[in-house]
């Protein structure tokens, strides 16, 4: 298979808005792939050459990549410049200036080779290295296949699929339809490298999902809690149960085999090398291998109090990490038990997997690694007395998990529920993880900044789409907006992604790749005629009354944002609460 083929389908569906088509057209390019292309096809498609916990890190600045279009344009300085103002993206600029090669059409496994040997270019003189190599590779390709590897490396490939497409896709590629998704799924929530699953698929067909099994080194998507608003809701819906306070820290998933340890980011990001302390501590533990999760979190030992985010978040860095650590000692409080000594923890109740923790983990917070503190609880009266502890230890409050229920990957039930500050009659005090989607120019004082507000959606699973939920315009400074539109740029689209449901009425005037989640907080939910979270033939949509934004969430990616099910809870735990407060 030639690389042309995959460019020219990616290309396609850049102007499809249909995702049973886009789901079609990468079904029909893996039907001709061998096994090895369609892994190679499946990294490519989701802008990358390895798996997202490996990360494909090209290490080449965008002014360089500039310097070598600009060569093979054979464009003056100036010309060139206006042209990157006016197209935005240097991929679709190259791609818009037809170039024919001499050279025969390059294989999918010569380009995808070359993508991989360009991350490996490093030491003195390596950026003039690998602008010579890049060069070269772009000359032996036509322009729209040259536009696709230059997004590649800069991280901007804008597909606008998710994982979820992709997975369908597997399936159509081997039932004719969606029959074999919640199977694929599975085997991508315990295994999460779509690469491997396209290979072994290819290879082996739906029978080759039974050798998909938990690895060391490679993530388990997490389990993720839903929401109640009181400790009474939430024991009714339990019944005997388990209570640990809610950190507000870094969600990390440990690895640990007998010969190195991985630390995983909840978005599945490798960040091992942030974290020497917890490395050095995990290596101590008297254990063959394991897989835990737990938040990693600032700790103060002469107070005993736990340190806000923003100083956790000091910890998420490339440079000083050594220095940093020193100041900034993290402590890994565990949560969670998914795989001991070789015996995957799955499928045993919670109780089951705390006991098998507290074979390895001590409960003792002078322990670089511990285990979570937990109580068990019978009645809501405890719940809420516990509640009110954590509250006093100012953190975010708790999470309860059904006592007998197994350990999910991938999933939001109510095996896990969160509890936090109490939502009062028609307010709304939590906060929602938004994606955003857009931003308006500003006018008057903030035309200056080049951006007024923003447009926020939350994420419709079931049809793996983001739905509009509010503008946000107030809750940072004018320097914050011009940090949000210097991210924005970099993921901005000339059109509005596929993915995205939005009336034109609210249509941004500059559209964003749906990447960048944002924690935005709000006096209350309501009904809108006009948003499309939630928004169905028969039903108003849901928005955002007086949203304010307060920070990003580095840790999360768009799917893993605030979901349209949840607003729609919310919204009804809202809506009991001002019924209940009326009738006093």
Same mark, same amino acid.
């Given at each position: 298979m030639n690389f042309q083929e995959v460019a020219q389908v990616l290309q396609e569906? $850049? +102007?499809? +808005? *249909?995702?049973?088509?886009?789901? $079609?057209?990468?079904? *029909?390019? %893996? +039907? /001709?792939? #061998?096994? $090895? !292309?369609? !892994?190679?096809? #499946?990294?490519? *498609?989701? =802008?990358?050459?390895?798996? #997202?916990?490996? =990360? *494909?890190? %090209?290490?080449?600045? $965008? /002014? #360089?990549?500039k310097k070598v279009i600009q060569t093979i344009l054979r464009l003056p300085e100036d010309d060139f410049n206006q042209q990157v103002k006016q197209y935005g993206d240097l991929g679709t600029l190259l791609a818009s200036h037809p170039q024919v090669t001499t050279q025969d059409p390059l294989s999918l496994e010569h380009v995808f080779q070359q993508l991989v040997e360009l991350q490996t270019i490093s030491g003195e003189g390596s950026q003039e290295e690998r602008a010579q190599f890049l060069e070269k590779l772009l000359k032996n390709v036509t322009a729209a296949e040259g536009g696709f590897i230059v997004r590649i490396i800069l991280g901007k490939l804008r597909t606008g699929f998710s994982d979820m497409t992709m997975i369908d896709a597997f399936s159509w590629m081997l039932a004719g339809n969606k029959s074999l998704r919640k199977e694929i799924e599975h085997a991508y929530n315990i295994c999460a490298d779509l690469g491997l699953i396209a290979f072994t698929l290819k290879k082996k067909g739906k029978d080759g999902l039974a050798d998909i099994h938990i690895t060391l080194g490679i993530p388990i998507l997490p389990s993720l809690a839903e929401r109640l608003p009181t400790a009474a809701e939430i024991v009714e819906k339990l019944g005997h149960c388990a209570a640990q306070p809610k950190l507000d820290g870094f969600r990390l998933q440990v690895h640990i085999s007998t010969s190195q340890v991985w630390f995983y980011s909840r978005n599945l990001i490798n960040m091992t090398l942030m974290f020497p302390e917890l490395t050095q501590a995990a290596e101590r533990l008297n254990i063959t291998d394991a897989i835990f999760e737990g938040e990693a979190i600032v700790f103060d030992e002469s107070t005993g109090a736990f340190l806000p985010f923003q100083e956790t978040v000091k910890r998420k860095r490339k440079h000083d990490i050594h220095e940093m650590a020193q100041e900034f000692p993290l402590k890994l409080f565990v949560f969670d038990l998914l795989y001991l000594n070789g015996e995957s923890m799955l499928d045993k109740g919670h109780e089951a997997r705390r006991k098998a923790a507290l074979t390895f983990l001590s409960a003792d917070h002078h322990d670089t690694i511990s285990l979570i503190d937990e109580r068990e609880i019978t009645t809501a009266d405890q719940l809420e007395d516990y509640f009110l502890e954590c509250m006093h230890e100012g953190l975010e409050g708790l999470v309860v998990k059904k006592m007998h229920a197994h350990y999910q990957p991938g999933k939001r039930n109510f095996n896990w529920i969160k509890l936090k500050r109490t939502q009062e009659a028609g307010t709304l005090t939590d906060t929602i993880d938004a994606v955003v989607l857009g931003y308006y120019h500003g006018r008057g004082r903030r035309a200056t900044l080049g951006i007024g507000a923003f447009l926020i959606g939350v994420y419709d699973k079931k049809n793996d789409r983001y739905e509009t939920l509010a503008k946000v315009g107030t809750g940072l400074s004018d320097q914050r907006f011009k940090d949000i539109k210097a991210l924005c740029d970099g993921y901005k689209v000339d059109h509005k992604p596929f993915n995205v449901v939005c009336p034109k009425e609210l249509y941004p005037d500059v559209w964003v790749e749906p990447s960048l989640v944002w924690v935005v907080i709000a006096d209350e939910i309501t009904r809108s005629p006009l948003h499309t979270a939630g928004k169905t033939e028969h039903e108003l949509g849901y928005a955002l009354r007086f949203p304010r934004a307060l920070e990003q969430r580095f840790d999360k990616s768009a799917d893993q944002a605030t979901t349209v099910d949840e607003i729609k809870h919310m919204f009804e735990n809202s809506y009991l609460k001002k019924a209940e407060s009326k009738n006093k």
């Open positions: 569906i $850049e +102007h499809i +808005h *249909s995702r049973n088509q886009i789901m $079609e057209l990468l079904a *029909s390019l %893996f +039907h /001709k792939a #061998t096994p $090895e !292309q369609a !892994q190679m096809i #499946t990294y490519l *498609s989701l =802008g990358q050459v390895r798996p #997202t916990y490996l =990360g *494909s890190q %090209f290490n080449i600045a $965008e /002014k #360089t990549i």
